[in-house]
């Protein structure tokens, strides 16, 4: 289990932190902007009641695509329908699944939305027909009328939301503090303080779905492990972090990603970010076999995991010294492919915010990802930040 330290704390119940350090990543951040008031969820419990319950009002079946009867209606010159076989009851097909469908028989949708619904049906029905798969997967739902949510090919290996969840109720118990999992606190920038203990609202909560996905973030904020000293002697303290998502509608893939980390800010940045490490799983036939054989225990074993491999890592790294002269340190970054430009830079980086030059693996792994953060660039940052973690996996 994960080391409890006796961390002196201020009067919110919060600890200093150092935040020149490790990765920022904006993708918690990205989701917290996107969601609206009705996809955020303030207990995992509200959560997977939520996606359980469309599951329980939704069906799948696999049909033959050329069974599939396009309608336009004559009351909505704009309106699609479908009819299924076995059914004469109409399925109205979402914007979602509109596009999935139009895909599936080489349609552009765009262009398709823009005719008027007859000639859009036609085209459909055509595409259909002559479809090379000749079967398709639907997922419909009952919500006052039957909706089409997705059509996917015959093998698409679909996870439901709730599934996800559930799996990460079994170690986050409500995500709301009844286990060590929860909710993440809020960083205060002027005082550098990380308060754990907030209260979970709509504003503070990392908890989301909507009808095409589920995103889930949850933190272990209230023992953090303290991995080594900051240069002003106070201890550099962590703590353990993860988030997943998935899409039963096929939206995107399903994942985990864990990782430790020092701080998040009231936008969901998640700032300190070390020992990064990413599942994902696409919903391909054998999509569910997977994550109930790697996922789901991938996320069980970090929970129970101790935190001693990541600290002695971060140690080894701070005793490996490989550069005590300026050569030294241009020779070790360029012999590793970094450009004179970028050696410079990381060398000055370190100096400006250790007050010394780098020596360290360790500190050579800090000046990296701090040069990483003020790319503009995706890619470069990306290329950067993996560049940095192989150095730092290499050193122990």
């Known amino acids: 289990m994960t080391q409890v330290l006796d961390v002196t704390r201020d009067r919110s119940g919060g600890y200093k932190v150092d935040l020149s350090r490790g990765e920022r990543i904006g993708r918690v951040s990205s989701e917290w902007f996107s969601r609206p008031a009705d996809e955020r969820y303030l207990s995992l419990s509200e959560l997977f009641e939520a996606v359980q319950l469309r599951t329980e009002r939704s069906r799948t079946r696999t049909v033959e ?131 754990p203990r907030v209260d979970i609202t709509k504003d503070t909560t990392t908890l989301y779905a909507s009808d095409r996905d589920v995103f889930l973030f949850l933190v272990d904020d209230l023992n953090p492990i303290e991995a080594g000293r900051l240069p002003d002697g106070s201890p550099d303290l962590y703590f353990r972090g993860f988030y997943c998502w998935n899409s039963e509608v096929g939206a995107k893939t399903l994942g985990i990603a864990s990782f430790y980390l020092r701080a998040v800010c009231q936008n969901r940045n998640l700032w300190g970010v070390e020992d990064f490490e990413e599942i994902t799983i696409r919903h391909s036939k054998y999509a569910a076999s997977r994550f109930a054989h790697e996922a ?55 100096l400006t915010e250790e007050g010394r030059k780098p020596e360290s693996v360790f500190d050579f792994v800090q000046g990296i990802t701090a040069v990483a953060r003020d790319k503009m660039h995706q890619d470069a940052r990306l290329d950067l930040e993996a560049r940095a973690k192989k150095l730092l996996d290499r050193a122990t």
Do not use: C
């Open 65 to 195: 695509s050329a069974a599939i009867r396009i309608e336009a209606s004559r009351e909505d010159a704009e309106r699609l329908t479908m009819v299924l076989p076995g059914s004469e009851i109409p399925v109205a097909p979402t914007h979602w699944s509109f596009g999935q469908l139009a895909s599936l028989v080489g349609a552009q949708a765009a262009y398709l939305r823009q005719l008027p619904a007859p000639l859009a049906g036609i085209n459909l029905q055509y595409g259909l027909t002559s479809h090379r798969a000749e079967q398709v997967k639907t997922l419909e739902i009952e919500n006052g009328r039957i909706e089409l949510r997705a059509v996917t090919g015959p093998d698409y290996g679909r996870i439901f939301d709730h599934e996800l969840v559930a799996a990460v109720q079994r170690i986050a118990g409500n995500g709301t503090g009844d286990t060590r999992w929860k909710v993440p606190g809020v960083l205060d920038w002027s005082s550098g303080v990380y308060n």
């Open 296 to 350: 789901a225990p991938a996320l069980t074993r970090f929970a129970n995991s101790s935190p001693m491999h990541f600290v002695n890592g971060i140690k080894a790294a701070r005793e490996r010294i490989v550069a005590r002269t300026d050569e030294d340190r241009n020779e070790f970054l360029r012999k590793r492919g970094f450009s004179k430009a970028e050696t410079g830079k990381i060398i000055e980086t370190v």
